[in-house]
C-alpha cells in the first residue's frame, strides 16, 4: 500500500490523493510516468522530486521517514512493507502516573518470537532490542507506552509507530483493547476480566509473597496484549484497503494469534480478587 500513498506528500490530503487514483495515478510508478503533476500547493518539480524521495526512503528502508509524515490514522500503510521488521510492545506498570510509577514488565512479539523484560532482571535489555526494529506496532501506545518507554530508558523511539487505537477507530472499533478484541470473537481463556489494575496487583503480590505463579500470571497478561495486536493490526490494514478505491495491491492473509507461553494461575488471580478465576 505504501507505493500507492501520495498522502505523505506536502500538500496532499485525502480528496487530492483521491483525484489521483481515479485519475489513474494508483502508484509511484505512475506518477513518475507522468512526470510533474500540477498541484495548486505546489512549485513547479516538487510533486515529482517527492515521488522520487519516496523510491528512494522505501529503497533504504526508511519507515520513520514516512512515519513522521503521515498521520495516526494513515500508519496502518506502512503495514504491509514493514510488517517482518515490526515489534508489537505493551508495557505494564506500578499503576501510578510518571514519574512516581515505573514499568514492572514489558512484553515484545515481532512475529516469530515472543519477548519479556522484567523489572530488577532484566528491563534493561529492552532499550537495546528495540533498536532492531523499524516499526512500532501498539494499542494506544502513542499516548501511553511510548512515553513511558522512553521517560524510562531516556532513549528517543525514532521508528514508525503504528497504534492501532488510532487505526482502528476510524472502522468503528472504539474503547479499550480488551473491548475491540471482544468485538473480533477473541477470548482471552483463564485472562478474561483480568484488566491494568490486575497486572498492579500481580505486581505486588510478586513482590509481597514471592510467588513465581503471580509473575507468570502478569507475564501471561502482558504476552496476551501483544499476541493478540498482530491478528488485529492484518485486519485493520485490509478493512482499510477495502475502502479504498481499486488499487494493485491485495489484502494479506488473515493470520490467528499465536500460542501464550506463560500460564496464567486462577489461584493467584483469586487472591488478588479476579471474580470467576
Known amino acids: 500500500m505504501i507505493t500507492s500513498t501520495f498522502r505523505h506528500l506536502p500538500g496532499v490530503g485525502a480528496a487530492f490523493e483521491e483525484r489521483l487514483w481515479r485519475g489513474g495515478c494508483l502508484t ?30 522505501l529503497a533504504a528502508g526508511d519507515a520513520a521517514w514516512f512515519g513522521q509524515r503521515l498521520g495516526a490514522a494513515d500508519q496502518w500503510r506502512l503495514f504491509a512493507a514493514f510488517r517482518h521488521q515490526a515489534a508489537y510492545v505493551d ?4 499503576g501510578l502516573g510518571w514519574p512516581e510509577s515505573h514499568i514492572t514488565t514489558i512484553a515484545l512479539w ?34 501511553f507506552d511510548a512515553p513511558f518507554i522512553e521517560q524510562t530508558f531516556r532513549q528517543k523511539l525514532d521508528m514508525a509507530h503504528l497504534d492501532l487505537r488510532w487505526v482502528l477507530k476510524p472502522l468503528g472499533y472504539s474503547g479499550g483493547l480488551k473491548r475491540v478484541e471482544r468485538a473480533f470473537g477473541l477470548d482471552r481463556g483463564a485472562l478474561t476480566g483480568v484488566d491494568g489494575y490486575t497486572a498492579v496487583l500481580l505486581w ?38 477495502a475502502g479504498l478505491p481499486a488499487l494493485p495491491e491485495h489484502p494479506l492473509p488473515q493470520c490467528g494469534r499465536a500460542g501464550n507461553p506463560f500460564d496464567a494461575s486462577p489461584e493467584v488471580l483469586r487472591k488478588v480478587g479476579v471474580r470467576g478465576a
Request: aromatic share 10%; proline share 2%.
Open 91 to 94: 508495557i505494564e506498570t506500578t
Open 110 to 143: 515481532d512475529g516469530s518470537e515472543l519477548r519479556t523484560y522484567v523489572h530488577g532482571e532484566n528491563l534493561d535489555d529492552f532499550a537495546d532490542d528495540i533498536r532492531a526494529y523499524k516499526l512500532l506496532v501498539t494499542f494506544n501506545g502513542r499516548g
Open 28 to 57: 509511484w510508478q505512475d506518477a513518475a510516468a507522468r512526470g510533474d503533476i500540477p498541484c495548486r500547493r505546489y512549485e513547479a518539480g516538487t510533486f515529482s522530486s517527492g515521488v522520487a524521495d519516496s523510491h528512494a526512503r
Open 204 to 241: 505486588r503480590h510478586w513482590q509481597n509473597s514471592g510467588d513465581a505463579r503471580a509473575l507468570e500470571t502478569l507475564l501471561a497478561y502482558n504476552a496476551e496484549d501483544v499476541l493478540t495486536l498482530e491478528p488485529l493490526a492484518v485486519h485493520a490494514y485490509n478493512a482499510h484497503l
